[in-house]
């Protein structure tokens, strides 16, 4: 994705965050038209998103029909949340290095807060705010490591995860719970 150009980076973005927000769902056909009329973005810049999202296997290309938006596997899922918990933790290792009193306050607040939602919930469904705080609650740690690599691959999985609790709300993400 580094490499796209910036219009391909802007039709990339569109689209998937679209895919992960539910917008768009599996077995969802789209084609580049479509996409062009929806986002306002020319054919050529379109196309290299979407090649890079089939790459990516958020898409699935069907000839002379368009793309078909894909569903993770529950293998991908449990993958998912394997390479999740590696990076994490080397995060943690690395956060602990950098960390400063103001960062572990901030984790505090958010925890406490993220705590007193899921303390309200009366289902095993994840609330839509207190999923964004434990994203943010992982992001914190994330930055904190210093390595932006790192944090822009947590981020990456983070988006994952979003996607597939989008598609599939009772997916428990252990995580939620554990801060």
Same mark, same amino acid.
């Given at each position: 994705?580094?490499?796209?150009?910036?219009?391909?980076?802007?039709?990339?973005?569109?689209? &998937?965050?679209?895919?992960?927000?539910?917008?768009?769902? !599996?077995?969802?056909?789209?084609?580049?038209?479509?996409?062009?009329?929806?986002?306002?973005?020319?054919?050529?810049?379109?196309?290299?998103?979407?090649?890079?999202?089939?790459?990516?296997?958020?898409?699935?290309?069907? !000839?002379?029909?368009?793309?078909?938006?894909?569903?993770?596997?529950? &293998?991908d899922v449990?993958?998912?949340?394997?390479?999740?918990?590696?990076?994490?933790?080397?995060?943690?290792?690395?956060?602990?290095?950098?960390?400063?009193?103001?960062?572990?306050?901030?984790?505090?607040?958010?925890?406490?807060?993220?705590?007193?939602?899921?303390?309200?919930?009366?289902?095993?469904?994840?609330?839509?705010?207190?999923?964004?705080?434990?994203?943010?609650?992982?992001?914190?740690?994330?930055?904190?490591?210093?390595?932006?690599?790192?944090?822009?691959?947590?981020?990456?999985?983070?988006?994952?995860?979003?996607?597939?609790?989008?598609?599939? !709300?009772?997916?428990?993400?252990?995580?939620?719970?554990?801060n």
């Amino acid at each position: 994705m580094k490499n796209l150009p910036t219009q391909s980076k802007k039709a990339y973005q569109k689209i &998937r965050q679209t895919i992960i927000s539910g917008d768009l769902i !599996p077995g969802d056909i789209i084609n580049i038209d479509e996409i062009c009329l929806r986002f306002g973005t020319s054919k050529t810049p379109t196309r290299e998103a979407l090649v890079v999202l089939t790459h990516e296997q958020f898409l699935e290309s069907l !000839p002379r029909i368009g793309y078909m938006v894909t569903k993770p596997s529950i &293998r991908d899922v449990k993958e998912m949340f394997h390479v999740r918990i590696i990076l994490e933790v080397d995060a943690i290792g690395l956060a602990l290095e950098y960390i400063k009193d103001e960062d572990i306050e901030a984790l505090e607040r958010n925890n406490k807060e993220e705590q007193q939602i899921s303390k309200n919930q009366a289902s095993r469904i994840i609330q839509p705010e207190a999923f964004r705080l434990n994203q943010e609650f992982h992001m914190m740690i994330a930055k904190t490591s210093g390595n932006t690599i790192l944090a822009s691959l947590i981020q990456q999985q983070l988006e994952m995860v979003e996607r597939a609790l989008s598609l599939d !709300p009772f997916i428990t993400d252990s995580s939620q719970h554990e801060n």
